[in-house]
């Protein structure tokens, strides 16, 4: 079977990051690197591609599509389930119960959304990553398309410049 993997590499700035969660779509330049395989051949070392990125957020499943001249993203809307006890019954199980706290953690799930954009103090953490797993059927085949998306902030890649 053909498989493709794809790295999508892309950075926003602040006011990027927050228009998109606000609904704002947005046209961006990114980079991706795509790797094809199959059995144990493989079309790496990959190259880096810039492509502009079109951006949007409408709370649909919607899977990664591949333009002409980039990719179109719909950030997933995947609901987390975090941990609901007070302060004081996380520091009692913390010391009289700790695998029953760590049960606890296990159970609990990662939101992924646009809401991880957002600022720290705002609820978010600056980045989201995922990834996605689509399949194209041909009447001949059947192409896998793995795709690992890293949106982060741009204050991360203008550090990395300054190095």
């Known amino acids: 079977m053909l498989n493709l993997t794809v790295q999508h590499l892309i950075h926003l700035s602040k006011s990027q990051r927050y228009a998109i969660h606000s609904g704002i779509e947005l046209v961006v330049v990114g980079v ?20 502009k990125y079109y951006l949007k957020n409408t ?4 899977a990664i599509l591949i333009r002409e001249d980039g990719f179109e993203i ?9 941990l609901e006890i007070t302060d004081e019954e996380w520091k009692e199980l913390k010391f009289k119960n700790p695998e029953k706290l760590e049960l606890m953690y296990q159970n609990c799930v990662q939101e992924v959304s646009s809401k991880n954009l957002l600022d720290i103090g705002d609820g978010g953490s600056r980045h989201m990553s995922y990834r996605e797993h689509n399949k194209l059927k041909e009447p001949e085949r059947t192409l896998n398309i793995m795709h690992f998306v890293q949106i982060e902030n741009m204050d991360k890649l203008v550090n990395s410049l300054e190095e």
């Open 32 to 51: 991706s690197v795509p790797v094809w395989y199959m059995d144990k051949v493989t079309s790496e070392p990959a190259k880096e591609v810039f492509c």
């Open 59 to 62: 709370r649909e499943d919607t």
């Open 74 to 82: 719909t950030l997933p809307y995947r609901q987390g389930k975090g």
